[in-house]
């Protein structure tokens, strides 16, 4: 059983940055795909980032390329989403997911393991 707590968010201006943090715990050596999620009030769950065997790390929504930068300490069991140019439309809870698979994907279904997300607010 591999459980994710996610930690870092909070409020921040616009233009200025958050480091979400995600530690797992449990059998971590079932993890091979790590991904971060986000949801806005009103809206779906929207994938923003993976890392995977096979792609590496990549980042979804164009919206995040250049600003937000998702790295994993194997070692530690920690994984980091760096947000940097924050803006109003980046608010949402952020959530931590993992699983075993060697492919990413952006949909919520394909990770069995959640954490139970932490909230970030961009606002003046």
């Known amino acids: 059983q591999v459980q994710l707590v996610e930690s870092g968010g909070g409020l921040v201006q616009p233009g200025g940055s958050l480091r979400l943090s995600c530690v797992a715990s449990?059998?971590?050596?079932?993890?091979?795909?790590m991904g971060w999620y986000r949801q806005a009030p009103g809206k779906q769950r929207e994938a923003v980032s993976c890392i995977s065997g096979y792609h590496g790390t990549i980042y979804f929504p164009d919206s995040v390329k250049g600003r937000f930068i998702f790295s994993k300490d194997n070692a530690n069991n920690t994984a980091w989403l760096q947000m940097n140019d924050l803006r109003p439309e980046d608010t949402g809870v952020y959530y931590c997911?993992?699983?075993?698979?060697?492919?990413?994907?952006?949909?919520?279904?394909?990770?069995?393991?959640w954490g139970q997300g932490t909230q970030v607010t961009v606002s003046s």
């Open positions: 449990g059998i971590i050596f079932s993890i091979s795909r």
């Open positions: 997911a993992a699983t075993s698979g060697y492919v990413c994907y952006d949909l919520p279904r394909m990770y069995d393991i």
